[in-house]
């Protein structure tokens, strides 16, 4: 199962550090909880501020347990430091099931 997250941040520069240094940091500890991460992207758009993620769980996990479980650990916790988290204003979050002809399965 995947899931598409995207975050709105208050300001271009908030987005720059989270996407640079604070999400960049979240792929190792995703993956050591069996999160895999297929692609982080920014809008485009000047004034959008957003963060996009294409994650995938393992298979028969609860995406919302493991995501609490995650952000209850030490590693992320550490992947945070630094970053005031009331400059992620929004995060909304997709599940997905891919099509047999997706590439990503």
């Known amino acids: 199962m995947f899931q598409l997250r995207i975050y709105t941040l208050r300001s271009p520069e908030a987005l720059r550090r989270y996407a640079t240094v604070h999400w960049a940091r979240h792929l190792a500890t995703f993956e050591a909880f069996g999160v895999t991460t297929h692609g982080v992207w920014t809008e485009r758009s000047g004034d959008a501020n957003r963060l996009a993620a294409l994650i995938g769980y393992p298979p028969g996990a609860d995406p919302d347990r493991l995501a609490r479980h995650i952000m209850a650990s ?23 099931d891919p099509t047999p002809f997706s590439s990503i399965q």
């Open 74 to 96: 030490p590693e992320f916790a550490a992947d945070m430091a630094g970053f005031d988290v009331d400059d992620i204003v929004d995060v909304e979050t997709t599940l997905l």
